[in-house]
């Protein structure tokens, strides 16, 4: 052949391959940069193509580095250098880099696409700046444990997508800010869940603005600042809270009466300021466990009567003028603490018999004159300085206390061991070098810290959030709970590595980040931060021969990766610019009255419909026809007009989204048809109102019919049906739906089942059109426990991700157990029972009782076998959706014929007429507690 064609065909080949993994230069640029002048970067960030070659602690989609993640590796840097430029980033966790001495430049705001960023730990300084208020994707904003300085920037307020916000334990100063007629305030995020404010210098009255009841707060953490003022009576309108932390201010005036309103509240510490007025009525906090209102001016006051009438389990009111007798039913059993020190109690103290084990009573300081001695009791009691106990009264009592000896979780049952420097014993008996931290608690309902349930449960929590996303975690030990003179509780914690003796730095950054980020529900406790120590023995790149091989061929190809990567740059601007011309907002469309006129979607079958049609047929939206509700808003039964009966979603206030969106979304649902598909009737857009009308699933979720919260039994052939039918509708989105879809948030919750027990895969609202990198923004979604590994490594979704998710919930079928369960991992928990056996039968351990012995139960082997393959670590080992189908097919023929039956026959629709109440759609189910729903974004969902 000429070989100026040869020289042709390879240019061109060349071009593909450097098409294909070549990093956007100006993302090369920066990062290239961060390495000449950061120090202790890893040394693995070699070469010029950081997304191709996979540098540690970043991920890109489509050439742009969108996730960034080096926490708790050691960086050192004066500044954060070009970052604000990598345009496309939607993560940044620099987490626990004691190094980083930067200011936050107000360029920080070019990082228009950011949904989480994560400082926590560093030494970060100067103001914040006030740009920080476009971050307008921002969902989680942790800036805690700097040395940030000035005041709270108002443009927060505009960061209306913001789940959590934390500024503590800086050196914050003025007041609160708050919106008013030309500025935006903290009251304007009403998708907040989390305002942690604490330890910094803040001032002024806590503005009663600041509070209302379309916000969604859950925690409000102010506690040592220099707030002054009355308590407003707005917070009792927020009744989501869980926690309110107001502590050591200068807070001063009577408790407003409505706090007791907050009847989600667990929490609630007013203690250290200068509240007066009577001592406030909790009655109706029924949720209250922990209370602590020490040292404060209430007029003076006999125990209070929702001391017993609450199962209170902490009550510290330390010098708040209490006096009388303690009534003897204070002391119900689920009491741990009871601190009523440096008050005027006095009369008989009778404990009586029923009081819980390693109870701890101080009465320190008060006028107690008798006490009734029962023999044996167990508990930590201080009645020094009271008359009981002076004058030669030496009952044991006065004297004795029970020394608080801290524990470890788990207790080390290991031989002695000694292992080599650096290494310490694992609870699994091996030497490794451990990443060591403190896991800090802003609050905690309860007080006995030797009650090894709450050691026990957030073990099991991180092992499990560490396991879900399979991060080389073999073990962690917990030891030395403490409170430290914030009342925080914090305990130590050490992660041992399960691969090698060293974690590398990818796994230390993705544990820091698992652990700050929160996202795995944790009874018990409050928010946390993390702190680390740093880590020693980060294992050293030796540099390979391979390595250099590669580097001279690379260099070889130097000049057409410059001309290659210029001309993708090139096409990339342009792509940009077509694109930024066609995302022309539709601007008469998103007009309130305009759903007629401009620019109506597209749509094939789905239809407009009135709000007044939507609003009669669920009468006026009320409580009886709810029959969901979710982060988006709820979810109504109704019969439209036309007899159709329809489940319709409406978006909340707050979790509306532009018109363009909206736009996109109810064009993409209309174009899916399919029998395994749920359908989309028909939308609703006016009078500022989204709603979407779906079709009625009138069986509810596989889930709720698998834990037998609803009332069909499913056999194993019916299980077979579902697995097949949910098959075939994510199949059909991938490759049907033109264009393709990807679901991204399959699980158990969104399989719903009609009267025919046919199954329909619904919820699409994180899904994603394939391909359209418009969405690049879209920040991690989906459900602990389904989530794919990987795309929680990459941020990038393909429809392996889908796969994945969908071999959780074929493991499901099979269990009929949360894929995450008192702490274990359904997928690991399936391994090991078929490791332990050297055989998928060893099953029969986890498999579902409800389905009978596994002999009976003819293509078991071959269904788990399937669904292992579908969450292997890796995408590219997993089956498509296709496949996954005929292989089901498959194993449906051959239990039909192991049972001599005729396949038609025994998929007949027996069930017609079972019409099942509990309705959970379209995910989101708030009632299923354990299945770990975490809102990893939902509450952003629409
Ligand atoms: C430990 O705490 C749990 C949860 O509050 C409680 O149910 C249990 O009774 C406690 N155990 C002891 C020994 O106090």
């Not at 626990?96 to 360029?107: E, T």
């Not at 201010?249 to 309103?261: A, F, H, K, R």
Request: net charge neutral; proline share 5%.
């Amino acid at each position: 052949m000429d070989s100026r064609i040869w020289l042709w065909v390879m240019i061109i080949c060349t071009q593909i391959v450097l098409i294909a993994t070549v990093t956007d230069p100006n993302d090369v640029a920066v990062l290239s940069a961060l390495k000449s002048s950061w120090k202790n970067l890893p040394r693995k960030w070699k070469g010029s193509d950081p997304c191709g070659r996979k540098w540690e602690g970043i991920n890109c989609t489509n050439s742009r580095v969108t996730t960034l993640i080096l926490a708790g590796i050691g960086v050192r840097t004066n500044g954060i250098g070009d970052i604000p430029s990598l345009s496309m980033l939607q993560y940044l966790d620099l987490s626990n880099n004691k190094g980083i001495r930067a200011i936050l430049p107000p360029s920080i705001q070019n990082l228009k696409n950011l949904t989480t960023l994560i400082l926590v730990g560093c030494s970060f300084r100067g103001p914040i700046p006030d740009s920080i208020g476009s971050l307008k994707q921002l969902v989680f904003l942790g800036l805690n444990n700097n040395s940030f300085i000035g005041s709270i920037p108002p443009s927060i307020g505009n960061l209306t997508n913001l789940s959590w916000l934390d500024l503590s334990q800086n050196q914050l100063t003025g007041s609160i800010p708050v919106s008013n007629a030309t500025s935006p305030g903290l009251d304007n995020l009403l998708k907040a869940k989390h305002f942690h404010l604490a330890n910094n210098r803040l001032s002024g009255p806590i503005p009663p603005k600041l509070f209302n009841s379309n916000m969604s707060l859950i925690h409000v953490i102010v506690n040592n600042n220099q707030l002054s003022g009355t308590i407003p009576s707005t917070i009792g309108t927020v009744k989501t809270l869980e926690v309110v932390r107001l502590d050591s201010n200068s807070l001063s005036g009577t408790v407003p009466q409505n706090l007791s309103d907050l009847k989600s509240v667990t929490e609630l510490y007013l203690s250290n300021n200068k509240l007066s007025g009577p001592v406030p009525n909790l009655l109706g906090m029924s949720s209250l466990f922990y209370v602590d209102m020490s040292n404060n001016s209430f007029d003076k006051s006999d125990i209070p009567t929702w001391f017993t009438r609450l199962s209170l389990n902490t009550i510290l009111m330390e010098n708040t003028q209490l006096q009388g007798e303690i009534p003897s039913d204070v002391f119900h059993p689920q009491l741990e603490s009871l601190v009523l020190s440096n008050n005027n109690l006095n009369g008989t103290l009778d404990i009586g018999n029923s009081y819980s084990t390693n109870l701890i009573v101080d009465l320190k300081n008060n006028s107690i004159a008798n006490f009734v001695q029962n023999s044996g009791y167990n508990l930590s009691l201080n009645i020094d300085n009271n008359p009981i106990c002076e004058g030669g009264s030496t009952g044991r009592y006065c004297t004795t206390r029970k020394p608080y000896v801290p524990i470890t979780l788990p207790s080390n049952r290991c031989p002695p061991v000694k292992c080599g420097s650096s290494k310490v014993v694992s609870p699994n008996c091996k030497c490794k070098i451990p990443y060591t931290g403190t896991v800090l608690f802003y609050s905690h309902s309860f007080s006995n810290l030797d009650n090894t349930t709450y050691y026990t449960t957030l073990h099991n929590t991180l092992m499990s959030a560490f396991q879900s996303i399979q991060l080389p975690v073999d073990s962690i030990s917990l030891s030395n709970a403490t409170l430290d003179e914030y009342n925080y509780l914090q305990y130590r914690l050490h992660i041992f590595p399960s691969s090698q003796d060293y974690f590398n730095r990818s796994s230390v950054a993705s544990i820091g980040t698992v652990i700050n980020r929160q996202l795995f529900p944790l009874p018990f406790y409050g928010p946390l931060f993390f702190l680390d120590e740093n880590y020693c023995c980060f294992p050293e790149n030796k540099s390979s021969n391979s390595g250099i091989v590669i580097g001279s061929v690379v260099g070889g190809f130097v000049i057409l990766l410059l001309i290659a990567s210029a001309v993708t740059y090139g096409i990339y601007q342009k792509r940009q610019a077509t694109k930024a011309k066609q995302n022309t907002p539709f601007a008469t469309w998103g007009l309130d009255n305009g759903s007629e006129a401009g620019d109506v979607p597209q749509l094939k079958e789905a239809r407009w419909c009135s709000f007044e049609e939507l609003r009669r047929c669920t009468d006026n939206f009320s409580e009886d026809n709810m029959i969901g509700s979710g982060g988006y808003g709820k979810v109504y039964k109704g019969t439209l007009d036309t007899g159709h009966v329809v489940a319709i979603k409406r978006a909340q206030q707050g979790s509306l989204q532009g018109a363009q969106q909206f736009k996109n979304e109810i064009e993409k649902l209309s174009r899916v048809h399919h029998k395994n598909v749920v359908a989309l009737v028909g939308f609703c857009y006016e009078k500022g109102e989204q709603m979407l009308v779906y079709e009625y699933i009138s069986n509810g979720t596989l889930r709720d019919n698998l834990t037998g919260e609803a009332r069909i039994k499913l056999d194993w052939m019916k299980r077979l049906k579902i697995a097949l039918d949910s098959a075939k509708g994510v199949t059909y989105l991938h490759e049907h739906a033109d264009p393709p879809i990807l679901h991204r948030d399959i699980k158990s919750s969104n399989i719903l089942l009609d009267d025919h027990l046919t199954a329909k895969v619904a919820d699409f609202g994180l899904s994603k059109l394939l391909g359209d990198d418009s969405n690049i923004s879209t920040q991690i979604q989906g459900t602990i426990g389904y989530m794919d590994p990987e795309y929680f490594e990459t941020h990038r979704v393909t429809e392996k991700s889908d796969v994945y998710s969908f071999g959780v919930v074929l493991l499901e079928l099979v269990t009929a157990r949360s894929p995450i369960k008192n702490g274990k991992y359904i997928v690991i928990e399936v391994q090991d029972a078929i490791d332990k056996s050297g055989h998928p039968n060893g099953l029969y351990t986890v498999l579902d009782p409800a389905l009978g012995s596994f002999q009976t139960l003819p293509g078991l082997t071959k269904f788990v076998d399937l669904a292992m393959s579908c969450v292997e670590k890796l995408g590219v080992d997993r089956p498509k959706m296709g496949e996954v189908v005929r292989e089901i097919e498959n194993i449906i023929d051959l239990a039909v014929l192991s049972t001599g039956g005729d396949s038609s026959l025994t998929f007949s629709s027996q069930n017609t007429g079972i019409v099942g109440d509990l309705y959970h759609p379209y995910g989101d189910s708030v009632s299923d507690a354990s299945s770990l729903t975490v809102p990893f974004e939902t509450e952003l969902r629409r």
